[in-house]
């Protein structure tokens, strides 16, 4: 078995096809400087490895309606989705992972370190209890949507970031209760209530994910987040 929990096999929220997702990270420690030691929440189609799904629309499952799915990028312009699909995604589709046990502290694993909710894919595609309790089952979390326009999903705002890519998006999701996390350009200035993600390069890596964790929703009090595209 590889390390790492099963903790959701099952249908999509989003559009009801067959999904699963995965914890890692649980016994080892991560190596990626820009999110520091967190455990990674992989969410993807149960039909189609990763790269064949983000070709033939399968990936809706999973990522829904993001401007930067593969398909939809071709339209909205948008550039497409970062992760390498080819990489980590399509390994851990083909590797079997053990099913969380079930316990006093649910059926999600029990971490002493963040959880980054969707490293691959829309944590909205899950019921929100079973996100809710991993979050719950750890020190931390991040995460982010772009489905905040769906009503369905409000629940979310407590838990992710609304992932916007203009000003008016920004406002938008705002207006509805969302806190931000906006793609800019170098051009582009901050937007009042909004910081630079202290992460980035633009502020020359004060932190990293795992100690910072301001990409957590409403359950933190504090300002919008916005990163320079890259």
């Known amino acids: 078995m590889a390390n790492g929990n099963t903790i959701y096999a099952g249908l999509s929220k989003l559009n009801g096809q067959p999904v699963k997702a995965i ?7 991560s190596k990626n400087t820009k999110t520091g030691d967190m455990a990674q929440m992989w969410i993807m189609s149960s039909v ?6 983000a070709k033939s629309g399968a990936d809706a499952s999973v990522c829904g309606e993001c401007p930067h799915r593969p398909l939809l990028a071709k339209t909205t312009g948008k550039k497409p989705c970062y992760v390498n699909l080819g990489q980590a995604p399509n390994g851990i589709f083909k590797a079997k992972y053990a099913p969380a046990l079930s316990s006093s502290h649910g059926t999600t694993p029990l971490l002493d370190k963040p959880v980054r909710l969707g490293a691959y894919g829309e944590p909205t595609a899950l019921p929100f209890e079973l996100v809710q309790e991993a979050v719950d089952n750890a020190t931390g979390h ?6 905040w326009r769906d009503a369905r999903f409000a ?3 407590k838990l992710c970031m609304a992932s916007v ?3 008016s998006e920004a406002s938008e ?16 200035a901050l937007m009042p209530g909004e910081i630079n993600c202290p992460a980035s390069k633009e502020s020359g890596y004060l932190t990293n994910c795992a100690d910072c964790q301001l990409c957590s929703g409403t359950t933190r009090k504090a300002k919008n987040i916005s990163i320079i595209e890259h």
């Open 142 to 147: 991040t995460g982010y949507t772009h489905q």
């Open 165 to 167: 890519d203009s000003e």
């Open 48 to 53: 189609e490895r990763p790269t064949d799904a």
């Open 173 to 188: 999701a705002q207006d509805n209760g969302w806190r931000t996390f906006r793609v800019r350009s170098k051009e582009d």
């Open 155 to 157: 629940s979310f705002a």
């Open 23 to 29: 914890v890692t990270g649980t016994n080892t420690t």
